[in-house]
């Protein structure tokens, strides 16, 4: 199931590589420093939101520029619910159980109507889009005492501030705690190798024959609409998880969280990737994550208008993405030099 036909990388000399580099990340805290650490935690936070899009946009065919919305909106869900249960034991982990679950109801809501409703694909990426803005618009206006709930202030475009980290037990969950970097890196492990399960099991291959052909999967008797919705709330969960990921490594969240640049990110990281392979969308976050935050250096604006040159040398050169088109290079390459190697000798004998 793990090697299907759905994903890149199925080669024992594979998974001997990711094995390596699983193990690069799991020793990394015993010579990196405190930033470093928290650096690459702050990278891998965003995988799982990134892996969602990918399995919704490459291997379902829907593009959603929602995502932030949905990370917005856990995010803001744990804040309100972690405030307002300070002193619990277990009041941080109900906080992200309760951020989650409002990024998949919203999702729920939202997609019964677009995808029921039958809207038109190319409508789709504008509407959820018009969902972030939408609550970007809102959150930025609940500025004053008056936009509270219980001891929670919203914050208006200041952003909700002083949200406690995740806490397991005695175990501290912050962002710059090598404990938060180990659940990061196992969040990310994992939900590639869950969503690599999925994509090539038996709903995986409907998953795909709806991006495919939705109205002959239909006619083959499958739920196309109810299929969709369960991927578009599996991606909206997962976006959550980044979500709160990312308040308990922050301890802040903001209006700017969620608007047209935070929206447009995560399309970014899917594209340049590979939105059709799940380890390319992996790999294009945390490169791309890192490009963005040396380049910040000089200024976001550098940072954006390189991520834009990149998004449009895809688009124009690598459409199946930089990642994947490297992937079957590298393919060509080795399929060559095999032949090389087998016809060399027959060829010295016949001299």
Known sequence: MVNGPQELGTSPAFW???????????????????????????????????????LLWGYNGVLSFGQAAFFGAAGYVYGLIAGNLVGLPAGTLLAAAGGIAAAILLAGAFGYFVFYGQVSGWIIPLLTLVLSLILETFMAQTA??????????????????NIPSLTIGPIALGGASTPFYYLAVALAMLTYLGLRLLVNSRYG?????????PE????LGHHVDAI???????????????????????????????????????????AV????????VFLSVIALRWLADSLAVWGGAYAFLVLGGLLLATMLFFPT???VALAHAGRWWTSRARTRATHTPVESREH
């Open 205 to 213: 291959h409907i998953v795909v024959a709806i991006r495919d052909d």
């Open 321 to 323: 993405g930089i990642v």
């Open 273 to 280: 990737g590979g939105r059709r392979s799940l380890l390319a």
């Open 216 to 219: 002959r999967t239909r006619m």
């Open 228 to 270: 969709q919705v369960q991927v578009f709330m599996l991606a909206a969960a997962l976006a959550g998880v980044s979500g709160v990921l990312y308040v308990s490594w922050g301890n802040y969240m903001s209006p700017s969280n969620i608007g047209l640049l935070a929206a447009t990110l995560p399309v970014i990281w899917t």
């Open 144 to 161: 004053g005492y008056r936009w509270r709930i219980g001891r929670v202030l919203f914050g208006g475009y200041n952003g909700m501030t």
């Open 16 to 54: 001997t590589a990711a094995a390596l580099c699983a193990a690069g990340l799991l020793f990394y805290p015993l010579i990196g420093s405190t930033f470093a650490l928290s650096s690459l935690a702050s990278f891998l936070l965003f995988v799982p939101m990134g892996l969602g899009l990918g």
